[in-house]
């Protein structure tokens, strides 16, 4: 799978939009982009992921450049529920294909 | 989402003795599981991919007959760590895929913290 490069870690005010960024620059045209996210103590959770086009759900928008070489995650407004370690993952989409794990980014929600 | 549960979620055992940790995906059936290690303050670390009615792969460096996996069910996978030691302490999680489902992302359980004293 790709690499990928996440900022060690984030700040954002309660309320606000928070943006984490992503890059991929040697992303496969046959890879996708997932994002998970781990609250302290817990298992990951999904939360969206995308091939080229924008996405959008109920959690969060996840916005793809045009080269696809970089990608960034919004919450579109932050609570202190989400202050997680933010996971950015590149990988095919077939069969059962693992998930390597970076570092992340650890997002602080502030009050 | 699909729901993937872990248990026991915490426990402490003395060094020498071995430790099973159960993985159950409770609403898809699951031919695929995947089992991680997560030490303190870093990334989550893939130890083996277990299949269903077959041996488990191990990733590059992690001891097989140290962490034997057994994938009896489509529903149920197990994690035995044999002779554990201090250093085997971590938090170990597993998760799986639902292969009936569209899109392709991993249910995650909410982890099993080993201690070994």
């Known amino acids: 799978d790709a690499k990928t490069t996440q900022p060690t870690s984030m700040d954002c005010a309660e309320g606000r939009a928070a943006n984490l960024p992503c890059n991929h620059s040697?992303?496969?045209?046959?890879?996708?982009v997932y994002w998970y996210r781990q609250i302290h103590s817990q298992g990951p959770q999904y939360i969206i992921h995308?091939?080229?086009n924008n996405e959008t759900n109920e959690m969060a928008s996840l916005i793809i450049t045009e080269d696809r070489k970089s990608s960034t995650l919004i919450l579109p407004h932050a609570t202190l529920r989400d202050t997680a370690v933010y996971y950015c993952?590149?990988?095919?989409?077939?069969?059962?294909?693992?998930?390597?794990f970076g570092t992340g980014t650890r997002l602080t929600i502030i009050p | 989402g699909a729901v993937v549960s872990q248990h026991p979620s915490r426990v402490i055992c003395k060094s020498g003795t071995s430790v099973k940790i159960e993985c159950r995906s409770l609403?898809?059936?699951?031919?695929?599981m995947f089992w991680y290690r997560q030490f303190p303050k870093q990334s989550l670390m893939l130890m083996a991919t277990?299949?269903?009615?077959?041996?488990?792969?191990?990733e590059q460096g992690v001891e097989k007959d140290k962490f034997l996996i057994n994938h009896a069910s489509l529903t149920l996978s197990t994690l035995t760590v044999t002779s554990a030691h201090p250093e085997d302490s971590s938090f170990y999680i597993c998760?799986?895929?639902?292969?009936?489902?569209?899109?392709?992302?991993?249910?995650f359980g909410p982890g099993t913290r080993l201690t070994v004293t």
């Open positions: 609403d898809f059936q699951a031919t695929t």
């Open positions: 993952i590149v990988r095919v989409n077939f069969g059962n294909e693992k998930l390597t």
């Open positions: 277990s299949n269903e009615g077959s041996k488990a792969t191990y």
């Open positions: 040697t992303i496969s045209g046959n890879e996708y």
């Open positions: 995308g091939l080229k």
């Open positions: 998760s799986a895929r639902d292969p009936s489902g569209e899109s392709y992302e991993q249910y």
